[in-house]
């Protein structure tokens, strides 16, 4: 019998199954790494900048080196193979949901970076696969009484862009592109998450498999609950982006309170009430 140090948290991925997965990923399953790389790269074609020193943090790196040829690649570990201060750019690829601790990766990024450096990350949001959670909820509380870890939890747009704060990023920014993608049912999407690499990888994941009962039930309540009018059925997939600076003097900083040079009530037209004590 083991004993756990309380004051370290229970890990929330099992790097081993994640690379096992990741292993077991088929190329024609990576659509969404493809996509996500080619968004990242239209997304720095909008920044007045040429960047000579980027690096890319990815789980799978043949997908990023073809979009970034020219950048150092590095994995997802949890210590990440950058030195200090050696690049303008760092691109987190579509891997930082499975950290076990995101504001470390992030910090370490923003480490990596020369003042004014850019960071720009992907990562899988809270509206992924919600349209699964529900059915597998519904169904297991049906069946067993109770849930059980699935699918990795993934964190509200809001949350993600707070990490960015937290890792001391100046002008951050998060947004989210939800992506819609069908499927013929159930058992099909499941098999896309196993060539994508992120089938569950939880370091409290119930080992046993689904039954084919179980799995009869999933494919039925997923086909009334989320029909494309086809006859097939619709996955979300939440494309979160983050953005943040490496902090510089260079930077514009918010004004101080009380330095306004105009009223606001006289650029709007309209008459100052105070109001009372």
Do not use: C
């Not at 080619?38 to 890319?56: I, Q």
């Not at 699964?132 to 069946?143: F, N, Q, S, T």
């Amino acid at each position: 019998m083991t004993q756990t140090d309380p004051k370290i948290p229970p890990r929330l991925t099992d790097p081993a199954q994640l690379a096992r997965n990741r292993a077991r990923a088929r190329r024609d399953g990576l659509f969404l790494q493809r996509l996500a790389a080619d968004e990242v790269k239209d997304r720095l074609t909008e920044v007045n900048r040429t960047f000579t020193k980027p690096a890319v943090v990815a789980g799978f790196p043949q997908v990023w080196r073809e979009t970034f040829p020219e950048a150092k690649i590095v994995p997802d570990d949890d210590v990440l193979d950058l030195d200090v201060g050696a690049h303008d750019l760092v691109i987190h690829g579509l891997s930082l949901h499975w950290a076990n601790d995101p504001v470390g990766q992030l910090i370490q990024a923003k480490r990596a970076l020369v003042p004014d450096g850019l960071f720009i990350g992907v990562m899988f949001g809270g509206q992924t696969l919600a349209e699964l959670r529900a059915v597998l909820a519904e169904v297991e509380i049906e069946l067993t009484g109770g849930l059980s870890p699935r699918i990795l939890p993934m964190g509200e747009i809001r949350d993600l862009g707070a990490l960015l704060q937290r890792a001391g990023f100046a002008l951050p920014v998060a947004d989210s592109d939800l992506r819609a993608v069908t499927y013929e049912n159930a058992t099909a999407l499941i098999r896309d998450l196993r060539r994508m690499g992120e089938r569950n990888a939880l370091e409290q994941r119930l080992k046993a498999p689904l039954s084919r009962a179980v799995l009869t039930t999933i494919e039925d309540r997923y086909a009334r609950h989320f029909p494309t009018g086809d006859g097939r059925i619709s996955a979300s997939f939440d494309l979160v982006f983050l953005t943040g600076w490496a902090p510089d003097d260079s930077q514009p900083k918010p004004l101080r309170p009380g330095s306004a040079a105009a009223r606001l009530a006289d650029a709007l037209g309209t008459d100052e009430t105070k109001l009372s004590d």
